[in-house]
């Protein structure tokens, strides 16, 4: 840590005094934790692609489809009405997320967010193959970008955006599915006009994201880096330096000058700033808003620590208590809870779930409606609004379950195809008019699928204020 100054906390890495960008050129990591890494993305990629393609039950895995209203997860169908279900989710995620930090830093960042997994292990890796490693873009950016340069660059421009184009279907084949995607790619633009300029919109987002803005998003925009701060404590495992190991740091031709002086361990090669994609000093702090936990600084510390035969681990996942006091990992109050709301809304959602009908039904009464009489019996209209959650088609019966002097016309039976929206008009039939002043009961209707009890709902039953005859023709 450096103690001389914490004005590393007032300045920001990726800008001057005057607020100007200052352009980050990371040498490229090498180690066993990049390789790691590389392979963990390489596999995340994989998934990403494929997870829109994967279908359960003729519905795909995961779609998002806010056009259509839309919303399949895990195969399963939600509607507007499942939104309690929705909000449940994002809330366990959120939760799920906070433990993950309290417990190990910004490790998500780093490791499984599909921004460095694309900036870092995609579009990163092929600027270090077209205009090489950081030192080389450094020394070229003070060069006029004419003949070779030029060339390079207009490369690798080609090449950012041929990649931010297929990002772009991707994201849209998790929006109205791959089925669309791929129909909307058979038959060209035309057959779509709105989707086909979605994806240029799209495209042009993501090459503006991952050619220009780049690490700034981790930095000024991401929610997550401004909420770490308060899921941190001193407990949390994150990427950190040994200060007391380390200090103080001294070149090794200082070392073999003053052969006499004790030194700390850091040689201070400042190959850690040098690879951080963020370009801060890793030695300065913890926590630093800027810092991703992407390991790149361990491995470029081992790699020295190694050549100059001193123990590994000079930078390593650690935490404030352990380095000051050497003590282990702790279940905090903070941990604790988290993982209880985690256990007890994942207990929640999972029930909701399992209690989920396949279909699911609201009735509606008509605006202007009301009870009417003929003959001995009064009627209801009803708008009775279905939703068919599954890609079968279901043959339902709606049954009146505790009123046995009510009825349905026409009867109760309907037909949903898979997937199915459909509005219908029912007339609920008493065989009692009422009493005086309109009479309200509470009607409860199951809704059955052969002898299969789906759901039941439950309405009002209207009786007319007067006991005044009116004829349906």
């Known amino acids: 840590m450096n103690n001389d100054s914490d004005n590393f906390r007032e ?10 960008r200052l352009w980050v050129y990371p040498r490229k990591p090498k180690g066993k934790l990049y390789n790691l890494r590389s392979y963990l993305s ?10 829109p393609f994967i279908k359960i039950n003729g519905r795909p895995l995961f779609m998002f489809n806010i056009f259509d ?10 509607v507007t009405r499942d939104f309690p279900i929705f909000a449940l989710m994002m809330i366990a995620l959120f939760i799920a997320i906070a433990l993950v930090t309290a417990v190990y830093g910004r490790v998500f960042c780093g490791w499984a967010c599909p921004q460095t997994v694309f900036l870092e292990m995609v579009f990163r890796k092929v600027e270090y193959w077209i205009e090489g490693d950081g030192s080389a873009q450094r020394k070229a950016a003070k060069t006029p970008l004419r ?22 279907n991707l994201f849209l084949a998790y929006v109205v599915g791959s089925d669309q995607l791929i129909e909307l790619i058979r038959t060209g633009p035309s057959s779509n006009i709105k989707l086909f300029w979605g994806v240029i919109g799209f495209s042009l987002v993501f090459f503006f994201h991952f050619t220009w803005f780049r690490e700034q998003f981790c930095i000024y925009l991401c929610p997550y880096a401004r909420l770490q701060s308060v899921l941190l404590d001193n407990h949390s495992q994150a990427v950190a330096y040994d200060y007391k190991r380390g200090e103080g740091r001294a070149s090794n031709r200082i070392r073999k000058e003053k052969v006499d002086t004790k030194f700390g361990d ?26 991703v936990n992407c390991t790149a600084c361990i491995d470029a510390c081992d790699n020295i620590m190694e050549a100059n035969n001193k123990p590994k681990g000079l930078i390593h996942h650690s935490s404030i208590n352990k380095i000051e006091t050497g ?21 929640v959602i999972i029930v909701m779930l399992f209690d989920r009908s396949p279909v699911d039904t609201t009735f509606v ?24 959650r599954t890609n079968e088609d279901l043959n339902l019966e709606m049954r009146i379950m505790e009123n046995a002097g009510m009825t349905f016309i026409p009867n109760g039976m309907l037909t949903l195809s898979g997937k199915e929206v459909k509005d219908v008009n029912r007339i609920l039939e008493s065989q ?32 007319p204020r007067f006991i005044k005859e009116k004829k349906i023709k």
């Open 11 to 20: 300045n920001l890495s990726t800008a001057d005094k005057q607020g100007k």
């Open 42 to 51: 390489l596999f995340q990629i994989v998934i990403m692609v494929a997870i």
């Open 69 to 78: 209203r839309e919303f399949v997860i895990f195969g399963s169908g939600f």
């Open 147 to 168: 003949g070779k340069r030029l060339l390079k660059r207009l490369v690798k421009l080609i090449a950012f955006y041929a990649i931010s184009l297929f990002i772009s």
């Open 266 to 291: 850091c040689v201070d090669c400042g190959l850690c700033v040098q690879v951080c994609p963020t370009g801060i000093d890793i030695r300065n702090g913890f926590p630093q808003l800027e810092c």
């Open 327 to 347: 003590g282990k990992f702790e279940f905090t109050a903070r941990v604790k809870s988290y993982s209880f709301l985690l256990i007890a809304l994942t207990a």
């Open 365 to 388: 009464r008509p605006h202007g409606s009301t009870p009417i009489i003929e003959g001995e019996k009064s009627r209801n209209l009803f708008l009775i609004k279905l939703v068919n």
């Open 432 to 463: 009692e008019k009422g009493q005086g002043v309109g009479k309200m009961q509470r009607v409860k209707i199951g809704i059955y699928r052969g002898e299969e009890l789906l759901e039941i709902k439950e309405t009002n039953y209207l009786y």
